[in-house]
């Protein structure tokens, strides 16, 4: 269980703005941060790590009290033992993949650690090369790897598959699941991708200008937002195919493939990359059972 | 651009309001242990002559150089004879230089504990003394010739300090950096130091004499006769009256 | 040939470039990190003897090293220290002089490192000083090497400063600038070309290792 009450006066991009959250994670759990850039969770990440420092707060995992600052309590991030994913990974330059691990290494811990987080991760045959020679997928991969070297129980991702294409998500999605399962983490993770977050997460805090507007299940938080509303998804124009009469727009929603039927007054204004929205007024939905 | 071509023009405007009324006609390369006697000089020049001049100060080696080179300098007065000299066998002047005074050598001091003399250099208050480098000043190779004499140099070796000129010396005595030093007559009594601390001069018996020697450079050479003009008057009675209380001597 | 001055030059610039380096890296890791208001006024003051004329911090020397000033004595009566007209006054001449030098190489090399680079070392646990020495100083070579060597050029170049203070006095303060100086004053030109040949040979082949090695080219060479 960790309790987080925190207060902190932030210069976000449209001004100042006040963090200001009061929230429980429980232990074992993997919890998203949601919301537009500038809503402060990336602040958040960073209190909790002990990075950046709340004007007032209160922070106890299990008990321990790593941030208190009515009674002058505040752990350095060294005495934390957290792992944390950066956006842009921080894997250092200047060594090895192994030699980043073992980077990592506490002096109590064996090296074997070591090679098997490097067998999990599936980092056998990049882990004489330098982080510079690997793609961004597994770069990725490296950084959660080193994250969980010194075995935290809290692990912290800022949003550290967003700048990846869509079939490297996927397998990291995968990974990360198998890690939380298997190092038994609580885990905090910041996304902005939907599905990602339906897939992976069990509980998820909205955040909107420091403040958190909603939390809960997933599916709840997300399904009740579309409900108010008509059917309609934003999404990215793939593909514009002309056959006979009519012309076929393939759009890319989240992870699937949609084929929408478009005249050719609508296709003019199109090209291929552009963000779209895809709504339907009358329409009836059929609903399946899939879990 | 309209902003600059304002600009140059103020700034000729500038120079043709400053242009003096006559021309200089005479430059004259001057040894910095000379520069005070040499201005009271080359006004009384002026007032009898009307004919301008203009100083260059500095030391004897460089305006040497300078003039090797080439520079615009019509008479040279320098610390001593053998720069001069050079100059001449070079054919770089109308005659070899000729003495027309000898500069003094003083000890100097601007602290309060110390009696400027010989015996006090020993003294263990006296923790740097100045002296200019004797092989490029002449005044620094009187001082060491005094040193010699009197057999101080070797227990006195690890005090000195050189500067590169007489009127570096000037700056290590007069901030008290170095406790005492050896400077030219002319410096003590000149009007700007004069009273600043303590002085002796030294028995010239004790260093060759630090010749001050004047050649005629062969630029413009029949130009005019206005460097002849200024020779001359060098060894007038009038520039020697300044000579000497500047303290300079002259030989009889 | 005297070699004295010569020696005493590299001698003086090791000396410096040494010191230098212990007091600019934390100088620079101080100022690429704070967020005090008094930054500005630090760096101003880091980068004042680019712009000040070296007889203008050669004339301070001289007041500030006199016996007869507070600093100077104190010095001298607390610790029997004498800067000027020592190779110890040189040597804080010398470190002032080329202070921006070593301390804007570090400073740019520190501030266009990623920030996350720190963090992540303080997140494993790291000290700040395990950080900066395992992390950041080994992903700032080039910039090391630029400080290092500009320093060090730059003591052997020096000339303004050294003539003000030094004294010329053989073994201790008589550099090489100072050396050439004397010897063209004294219109000596072979000695002063002797001296000069040298120091640029010396110079023009540390300068072209350094560019070198920093193009990568060395490595190739070595090969």
Redesign the interface.
Known sequence: MIEIKLQKALNGPEGPMMLSLDIAIDKGKLVTLYGPSGAGKTSTLRILSGLLKPDNGYIAVDGRIWLDTAKGIDLKPQERGIGYVFQDYALFPHLTIRQNLEFGLKKSQPREVVSELIHIMELENIQDRKPNTLSGGQQQRVALARALVQRPKLLLLDEPLSALDFGIRLKLQNYLQEVHKTYGLTTVLISHDIGEILKLSDWTFKLHHGKVIQQGNPTDVFTQSSLSGKFKFKGEVIQIQQEDVVFVVSVLIQNELVKIVAQESEVKELSIGDTVIVASKAFNPIIYKIK | MKFRRFSVSLLLLAVLACRPSTEVKLTIAVAANMQYAISEIVEAFTNKTEIQCNLIIG?S??L??QIKEGAPYDVFLSANMK?PM?LFDDGLTTAPPKVYANGGLVLWT?SDQIVPSLTSLTNKDV??I?LA?P??APYGRASIQVLRNLDLHDTLVEK?????SIS?TN??IS?????IGFTAKSVVLSPDLKGKGKWKTLDPKYYDPVQQGIVLTRRNENRDNSPQRFFDFIFSEEARKILEKYGYSMDE | MNWDPLILTFKLALVTTALLFLVSLPLAYWLTYTKSKFKPIAETLVSMPLVLPPTVLGFYFLIAFSPNNFFGNWLDQTFGIQLVFSFWGLVLASMIYSLPFMVHPLQSGLSGLPNSLKEASYVMGKSRFQTLVKVLLPNIKSSLLTGIVLAFAHTIGEFGVVLMIGGSIPGSTKVASIAIYEEVEALNYTAANTYSLVLFAITFGILLLVYLSNGGYLKRFLK
Request: hydrophobic share 35%; glycine share 8%; charged share 20%.
């Open positions: 030391s080696g460089k040497t150089a720069y050079e601007q923790k740097h100045a480098n092989e490029i000195l300090v050189y500067a590169e570096q700056q290590f901030t008290g950096v170095a406790q």
